[in-house]
T-cell receptor, first 117, second 110 residues
């Protein structure tokens, strides 16, 4: 149980285009999903907290107009990187908190590797 | 000062050896602590939670030292498959957000 999927697993796009990444909880309901970014040899950095039916909460330094988050249902959150630039190339990982589970445990998706050329 | 800090390693150990490493955290009021494992280019996977009295899961032992604000992970009888990056993860402000250390790399050699 507690499986989180992400799509796509990797994407290459040209500078200036937008990319949408989906995060789904497959066998549980997730009121809260988190979006992280990880650069090589660095730790995961929380970008934003996404709550179903409400606006996402962004961490300091993360541009909300550039990283659009939508959490339309209890099983799906999307992250759209708008007007992507090479410096946005990174490993994007989502996680989800099980509505019925341990309050602090998060289940991670397999990640999306974004390369902007 | 980083909020969650780990020795990056790498720790290169032979099979069967014991390896241990620590992680310090900045907020003395933090309540929840975890060790995650991350393989190259993969997502983190929960290895174990860390409880106040210390806990063991097979060959893995986790300890919490609140006075000195650190947690530790010890791996006994290392296997080749233990080679990975181990992430120290803390719910720093008890608000459901997790803060990650940069990871400690362990390489177990035959």
């Amino acid at each position: 149980g507690a499986v989180v999927s992400q799509h796509p697993s990797w994407v290459i796009c040209k500078s200036g285009t937008s990319v949408k990444i989906e995060c789904r909880s497959l066998d549980f309901q997730a009121t809260t999903m988190f979006w992280y970014r990880q650069f090589p040899k660095q730790s995961l950095m929380l970008m934003a907290t996404s709550n179903e039916g409400s606006k996402a909460t962004y961490e300091q330094g993360v541009e909300k107009d550039k990283f659009l988050i939508n959490h339309a249902s209890l099983t799906l959150s999307t992250l759209t990187v708008t007007s992507a630039h090479p410096e946005d190339s990174s490993f994007y990982i989502c996680s989800a908190r099980d509505l019925a589970g341990d309050a602090y445990e998060q289940y991670f998706g397999p990640g999306t590797r974004l390369t902007v050329t | 000062r980083k909020e969650v800090e780990q020795d990056p390693g790498p720790f290169n150990v032979p099979e069967g050896a014991t390896v241990a490493f620590n992680c310090t955290y900045s907020n003395s009021a933090s309540q929840s602590f975890f060790w995650y494992r991350q393989d190259c280019r993969k997502e983190p996977k929960l290895l174990m939670s860390v409880y106040s009295s210390g806990n063991e899961d097979g060959r893995f032992t986790a300890q919490l030292n609140r006075a000195s604000q650190y947690i530790s992970l010890l791996i006994r009888d290392s296997k080749l498959s233990d080679s990975a990056t181990y992430l120290c993860v803390v719910n720093l402000y008890n608000d459901y957000k997790l803060s990650f250390g940069a990871g400690t790399t362990v390489t177990v050699r035959a």
